[in-house]
Each structure stands twice: as structure tokens, then as C-alpha cells.
């Protein structure tokens, strides 16, 4: 394998995986106020299957000679990027809805070409992945259908909550083609099989009937479908907020980080502890044996 | 009858208080596993919460949400045990090991009552509360027997946290009016004890590592609705979104 | 000074500012719920003079020959006692009128004979601090007023508060003097100058007329002053669970200790680094000299 | 004017944020003199909201308790910074030093403002504000000069606070339509710079030990009624109680 095509692989997996990670915490943050049980267990189960993939997609990148302690440094020390749209707060619940429906569902039209990437482990985690993703765009659509048809200020909430996510999410997708040279890259090793705009196209063809459903704007008054070119027509994406966000600049970075090196650094007593027990009953297997 | 619905009360509380609590780590655990380990945990006690508000609430046509956003504190009848804060790593674990093996016995017993409800969802959780168990044993071991830190860490938690032990075994008039449907309280408590015991034994804790002379055993009060001062701020962030929209669904 | 004196007056004089220290905690919990900021700062400012108080006191038994190190270890390790009544939880605001009209009220007969105690230090600290608690009593009995003039909740609130707290009030004079050994003692010394159930009749005599102010019953069908006898006639004090709580069996023993252990180590580094910075300055101070 | 009371709002909310936050170390400090400081301090702030609110709820005919109790949270104006966890003593210390050194230059410059209410405000408010930049100050070189521990413990503390500095010194449409009544946030900062820069000097520490070059300064937008995720669990306590019992009094 070339070096830079493992470089390369190891930033992108990596980089997914905390990504995964970081992503727990604006949805974790609506775990203790959840406003029914039933949902409460939803979000929970979300957000735990969010470390699973972090997990799976740490053993995958380790199968690529990097240890995840060596990974969890990058992230802590800043060194690591993750995908920016987690900088952003949560302040309402209809958030857990918007990032469902959006964010989850770029995530996925980014990730499922992902599933036949040339690298076997990194395909097969994003298989696993892909599936609960999509299942979790699902209910992210569920909680902004049952807002949007409830009390007029729920209905508001969902409007507002979409209103807040749907720029950021069409950023996920990346700079346009022409200033994405990484990108270009990817697609020529196979790792990454359409361009950005190519998917943020596929991204709005899916939302446009779905938001009808749900009876909520998409909050673009351009939006709408050129029969001759057979695209989307939309207003230009601002890219200052998406550049300050990158730069460590957006609402939430510091939050993030302190948040996971916090829990990182309160658990190394526990990790320790667990690490010198397994020495000790080693130790005294060997000496029975 | 209402003396069941009050029971079920009390267990589906003990299970909501502490799957609330133990769904602050997921996001903040040690390690990754044990984000997914205390979460699974969590999730567990939320479906048992879950059937034994909704049993609870038959009777007088509220439902598991009626019950748990729109009672105040009186109203719970949750165990002080379960009211505990997660403190470090190693109180998280001794409530849980003192927790899941009480639930433990209780669930054994309840699998065969005579209330064909009760008995189903105590014959369900049963076998999940067994991994919560053996979860909560396998980090007592690993805490006690690891670093000279994670000892001391564990001692002074299981201290802070025996208090509460005696509350979950404690018989009183509504146990005694259910004799024949639902265990006793105190029946339960030889078995928690040699379970207990052996891990305890295992871990090389002797009783006077964690108990205080001068500080016995919690009166506590939470099965009539008195409750430590914890249970409050807990209920405020639990419910605040609920109440903030009365009448709406989610 | 006597051995035996100087060890009484230690260990009543640290009990006293230990039961202040604790006594921080029923009260502090409802600090961040304090139902108007009115009422929030006059509680702030309560539990705060009770850090004062617990710092005066263990000032003058430092006067005798002990440290508040020693002190604070012989609390935090429940080698001293301190006010069982800190034992019980405040569950509802209405308890923060109970334990300023009942509690504080205990406290002032308890102590305004203190303030001419044959000790000099402990009746100046005395002096101040009975001051302040007949400032805290009234605003309890403001509190309850307010409430059981309030909205039937409310009445009813400080009612079930009122209930909650009268008995352990009167239990706060001591067993029965017949039953009080220390407590002759100290009198012979003139550290005490009334007996537990002179004390325990000026109280109640104090109360009867404050609740028909305030609109609310004293649990107890028995109460009648007696003409002939010249006393308040009342249904005998149950002390079992008095001496439950006193035996470390009350509700909160356990958590009163645990949050003044976990306040004072998790402190030791602050302490740690205080001492370590002004040896720092000391040292140059010196080189400069 | 209506804008006035917006000011108002804006310095009563982190007023009353910061307060509320600081009323939690009240029997939980390092020692008996800092429950007694930090509440002082928690104390003085409370007063400061209190005129505040008052004031930004006269036009409106809002008590100051309607304005703290009754908002939800998109209503409330504090910059990020005065939400921010207790975190440790050092945590506290460093939101601390950040908060006052900025309300220390606000409140004197205040103090001469054209609107006489808030003037006076802020003349009572910048003495007890000196107080509070003296105890973080003194704090922060204690805790940078003390031993290897605190002093660890003192950058991690900064570099977390650090990043919610700007937002407090940025103009916006507000503070530019009260341009002469009160002074624009960018004008306070090159004194705090210095007040702050001396400090940090005397600590021996640089801000390179601080800045992390790839988290930059918070976008922040608590001025707009969009907060960070602290605030939430915060209200919800801090409300509980009054929101439980509408139109009483207390």
C-alpha cells in the first residue's frame, strides 16, 4: 500500500471516527431533558450507537498501524480534525430532529459510496454504519413530523430548528468541486466516488419532497428545479461562517474539546486501574500455570 | 389494584432515577466501551421504567409520561439509592453493584408472582439486570484490585454509598398488604448479602474498609415520597422541556 | 485552666461551629432554586454568615489550643458531633422558613445564655453571632408568613414544613434534664446557665403566640400552658428517632459528611497551592531583605 | 428607550448567570474564607442584576422577577463566558479574573454615561467590582505561582475560558444606535488588555501557554439569545420553583 493512499486513509477514517465521537455530545446534551420516554430512549440509543461507529471505525483505521491512544491525542490536542457541523449548539430539542434529518442525512449520501471504497475494513465498517444511519435520519424526520403537526410553537420550533441546520448541512458536503483539491484526489483513488457538488445535489433532490411532507420551508427562496440543466437551482452557499467554523472559530470548538479531553483525562485512573488488574490476574494465570 | 400500581411506583421510579443518571456518562465514560456499557445499562432501566409506569398508570388512566414529567418530588418513590449523583467512576459502580444485585433478587422473586404483569416484566428485566450485575462485579474487582488509587477510590465509594443499602430491604405496610403477590422486602436480603459477600470477598474488602461507626444506615424515606436532596435538581432538568408544553405530544 | 474545662469547652465550642459548617448544607440546597432573587440573595447571604459563624468559633477554640486542621479531620472523619437537626433534608422551600423560625429560634434560647459564658472568646463570638441568628429567625418567620398567606399550595407547603420540623426543634434542648449528665456539668461550670427543659418551655412559649400570627398549627393536640403548674403542658417527645439520628441513622448523616469530606479534599490542592505560593513570597521577601 | 432596556438585559443576565453559578461553591470551597468570598461576590452580583432587570423591565412593566424567572432561554442576553461550568477552583478563578477585569472597565466607564439610572448602577457597581478582580487576580497568582499542580491546573483553565473573551468586547447594531449613552465594547478593550496582560506578566505566563492555535475565540451569540449548551440544565433549575407556582408571591 503507498504510503500517502495509507496517509490519506487513516486522516479520512480517523478523522470519521471523531467525527462520531464528537458528534455525541450536541445530542447528548438532550438526553437528560428529553420530553417524553419513549423519545428519551431513542436519543439514547442514538447516541450510543454513535460511539459504536466510533469505535468500529477506530478498529478500522488501526488495522492501518495507528493505535487509538495515538488518535484520541490528535483529537484532544486540536491536532485532529472532525466534521465542523458539531461546533454548532443545540439549544432546542426540534435540534435532535434537524440533525437527524439533515446532518444524519448528508452524513449518508456522503457515506454510501463510502460502503464500496477500496479499502475492505473501512468499507465493511461503513456498511454497519450506513444502516443505523439512515434508521436514525428516520427519526430525526419522525421528531420534526410530530412537531411540525403539533402546537403552533412546536411547529415553530422545527421551522427554526431547520432554519438553523440546513446551510450547515449543505456544507458538509464540502467546498464546490473547483476548490477541492483533496477531494479530487480521493475520487481518483476510488476512496471517494462522486464529487461534492454531485452530492449536495443528490442531498436537496432527497429533501425538497420530504420537507413537503413535513410541511416546513427549506429556508433557500431560490431553491428550485432547472429542467434544462437537471439541477438544482439554489442561492449561492456563504462560506465565511463554514471558514470561521473550520478555523476553531465557530460558537462551540472549545466546548468540544474540553468536553472529550475532560472525559479523557478523568478516566485515566479507571483506564489505569482496569490495565494493572488485567497484569495482576495475567501475572497470577502464568504463575498457576 | 392500587396497592400494585403504588408498587409498581415504586419499582419503575428506582429504574427512571437511575437510568436518568446513569445517561449523563454516555458522552463522558473512561473509555468508548463504557460509554456504550453504562448506556446499554441506562437504556435497560428505561424500558423496565418504562412497563412498570405504564402498569402503574392503568389503573387511573395516566400514562408512563403523565407519570414521570407531571408528579413533584412527593409524588416519586424512588429508593435513596438511586437518587445518589454519579460522583467518580468507582460511586457510579458501588451504586451499581449494590443496585443491580438487589434487582437481581427482587426480579427473581417477582418472575413468579401472581400478578401475571408484574411477573412478565420482572421475568424480562431479570435477565438484562444479570448484566448489569455482572458489569457492575467485573469493575468492583478491577477497581479494587487495580492501582493503589482506584482502591482507595472504590473504598471511600462504597462508603459513601452503603448507607442507602438497608432502605431497599426495608418491609412496611404496602409490601405487607401484597404478602403472596410480591416478595418482601426483607426476603430478599440473605441472598443480596451472599452475593454481595462473595464479590466483596473476591475484591479482598472487608466490611470495616467502607462502614462508619458513627454513620449507620440511611432512614431514608423515598418509598413515602421523602427524599434526599438530590432527587430535586434532578427532576427540574428531567422535566423542564415537558412542562414547558403541556398538553403537547412528542 | 482546668484540663477537663478546657476539653468541655473544646468540644462544645467546635461542636457549635461544626453544626454551623453543616448546617450550610439543608439551606445551601435551595440557593439555585430560590423562588425570587429576593429571597435568593437573603438566603445567600444566611448561609453565608453561617460560614462566618463556624470561622469565628473555631477562631476561639483555636484560642484553647486546637487547629481547625484537627478540627475539620475529627468532622470529616464523624469523630465530633455536630447539630443532629442538619440531618434531616429540606425538600421543599416552605423548609427554609421551618428552619429559620424553628431551628434558628431553638438555636437563640439555646445560646443567648451562651453569650455570658465564663469564656471570654466563646461568649464575644457568642455576642455577634446570636445577633445575626434572631436577623435569620425573623426572616424565616417571613417566609413562612408569606407563604401561608399565600396560595392554598403554598399555606400548605409551610404547614407540612411546620409539621416536619416542630418536633425536632424541641428536641434540639437535650433529653430531659433528668437524663442529662453533661448538661449538669456545664451548668456547675456556668458554661450553661438554664437546664435543657427551662430552655425547651421559654421556646415553645416563644412559638405559641408566632403561630397564631402566622395562621399555622403546632403539631401538637396536647399543647395548653398550665396555670397552675406555670408551664406548657405537651405531649411527650418521642426520642426513638432522635436517637436514631443521633446514632447516624437519620436520613442525610451520610451525605452531610460526604459533601464536607468531598468540599475539603477537593480543595487540598487550592490550600496546597496557597500555602506553596506565599512560602514562595515569603522566601523573597527574605532575599530581599 | 427600548434599547436602553436591551442594554440593561444584557448586563443583568450575566449578572445574574455568574451569580448563580457562584452560589453553588457556597459549602463547597477550598476553605471556610472562600465559601464566605465567592459568596460575597455571588452576593454583589445578584444586587447588580437585580438593578438591572429592575430597570430593563420598567418600560415593559416586567418586575425583575418576571424577567428572571418567566424567559425561556432564546430571551436571556449573557454572553457565553458567564455560563460556563464551575469546572475547578481554577476553572472558577479564570472566568473570574476574565469577567471582572471586563466589568471592572464596563462599570467605570458606565458610571459617566448619559442615562442617570444607568450610571448610577454602575458607579455602586465598579467598587464592589474592584473587590472581585482583587480576589481572582490574587487567585490567579496563587494558583500560576503555587505549586506544579495548580499551576497545570491554572493554563488548562485559561485555555478553556480564553476562547469566550471576544464576544464580550464586540460592537453590534445595539451598542452602536446607544453610541454616547454607553460605551462601545470595543473601546473597553485595549484597558483590559492591559490590566489583564499585567497579570498574566507578574504570573509568568505567556499566552502562547494559554491559545490554542487551532481553537480560535467563540463565535459566541449569547447578545442574541443563542447559548451554549450549559445554559439550559442552568434555567431549568434556577426556575423550577417559581415556574411551579404561577402568580404566587414569596
Chains 1, 3 share one sequence.
Not at chain 1, 58 to 77: F, K, N, P, V, W
Not at chain 1, 123 to 147: N, P, T, W
Not at chain 2, 29 to 56: C, K, Q, V, W
Request: glycine share 6%.
Amino acid at each position: 500500500m503507498p504510503d500517502a493512499y495509507r496517509k490519506t486513509l487513516i486522516r479520512q477514517i480517523s478523522q470519521h471516527a471523531h467525527s462520531e465521537i464528537i458528534g455525541m455530545q450536541p445530542e447528548g446534551n438532550w438526553i437528560s431533558r428529553a420530553p417524553s420516554l419513549k423519545r428519551k430512549a431513542i436519543l439514547m440509543a442514538k447516541v450510543q450507537d454513535e460511539a459504536g461507529h466510533g469505535l468500529y471505525l477506530y478498529s478500522a483505521a488501526q488495522t492501518l498501524g495507528i493505535s487509538r491512544d495515538e488518535m484520541t491525542e490528535q483529537l484532544i490536542e486540536s491536532r485532529a480534525r472532525y466534521s465542523s457541523i458539531f461546533n454548532y449548539p443545540t439549544p432546542t430539542w426540534a435540534d435532535m430532529g434537524a440533525i437527524g434529518w439533515l446532518v444524519d442525512g448528508a452524513a449518508i449520501c456522503n457515506q454510501v459510496p463510502l460502503c464500496r471504497a477500496s479499502y475492505g475494513p473501512y468499507g465493511r465498517a461503513m456498511v454497519r454504519i450506513c444502516k443505523e444511519e439512515s434508521f436514525h435520519q428516520r427519526q430525526g424526520f419522525e421528531i420534526l413530523l410530530e412537531l411540525s403537526q403539533g402546537t403552533p410553537e412546536q411547529h415553530r420550533m422545527a421551522q427554526e430548528a431547520v432554519d438553523r441546520w440546513y446551510w450547515p448541512s449543505l456544507m458538509m458536503f464540502g467546498p464546490p468541486d473547483d476548490e477541492s483539491p483533496n477531494s479530487a484526489q480521493s475520487m481518483a483513488w476510488k476512496i471517494k466516488r462522486f464529487s461534492n457538488d454531485e452530492l449536495r445535489q443528490r442531498f436537496v433532490g432527497m429533501l425538497v419532497p420530504q420537507a413537503e411532507v413535513l410541511g416546513l420551508t427549506l429556508p433557500d427562496p431560490n431553491l428550485r428545479w432547472n429542467e434544462d440543466a437537471e439541477q438544482w437551482d439554489m442561492s449561492e452557499i456563504d462560506w465565511t461562517e463554514f471558514h470561521e467554523v473550520l478555523a476553531g472559530r465557530g460558537p462551540a470548538n472549545a466546548q468540544r474539546i474540553q468536553h472529550r479531553r475532560d472525559a479523557h483525562e478523568q478516566g485515566a485512573w479507571v483506564r489505569e486501574a482496569a490495565a494493572a488488574y488485567a497484569e495482576k490476574q495475567a501475572a497470577r494465570d502464568r504463575a498457576a500455570a | 389494584s392500587e396497592d400494585v400500581a403504588e408498587y409498581a411506583l415504586r419499582l419503575g421510579d428506582d429504574a427512571l432515577i437511575l437510568s436518568q443518571r446513569l445517561g449523563w456518562w454516555i458522552s463522558r465514560a473512561p473509555e468508548l466501551e463504557e460509554d456504550m456499557a453504562l448506556g446499554n445499562i441506562a437504556l435497560d432501566l428505561l424500558g423496565h421504567a418504562r412497563s412498570l409506569l405504564h402498569y402503574a398508570g392503568t389503573a387511573s388512566g395516566r400514562s408512563e409520561d403523565d407519570l414521570a414529567y407531571w408528579r413533584d418530588e412527593p409524588e416519586f418513590r424512588c429508593a435513596w439509592l438511586f437518587q445518589q449523583p454519579n460522583g467518580d467512576f468507582a460511586h457510579t459502580i458501588a451504586r451499581g453493584v449494590i443496585a443491580s444485585a438487589y434487582m437481581q433478587e427482587l426480579y427473581t422473586a417477582l418472575s413468579t408472582s401472581t400478578d401475571a404483569t408484574l411477573a412478565a416484566i420482572a421475568a424480562k428485566a431479570v435477565k438484562e439486570v444479570a448484566y448489569h450485575r455482572d458489569h457492575a462485579v467485573q469493575w468492583t474487582l478491577r477497581l479494587a484490585g487495580g492501582t493503589e488509587e482506584s482502591r482507595a477510590r472504590m473504598l471511600v465509594a462504597l462508603t459513601d454509598t452503603w448507607p442507602y443499602t438497608d432502605e431497599l430491604f426495608r418491609d412496611d405496610a404496602l409490601t405487607e398488604r401484597l404478602a403472596g403477590v410480591v416478595p418482601a422486602p426483607s426476603s430478599l436480603r440473605p441472598a443480596f448479602d451472599e452475593v454481595l459477600g462473595a464479590v466483596l470477598a473476591e475484591a479482598e474488602i472487608a466490611e470495616a474498609d467502607f462502614t462508619n461507626r458513627k454513620i449507620g444506615q440511611s432512614s431514608g424515606g423515598g418509598r413515602h415520597g421523602n427524599h434526599s436532596t438530590h432527587l430535586g435538581p434532578l427532576l427540574a432538568e428531567m422535566q423542564v422541556l415537558a412542562r414547558r408544553h403541556p398538553g403537547a405530544t412528542w
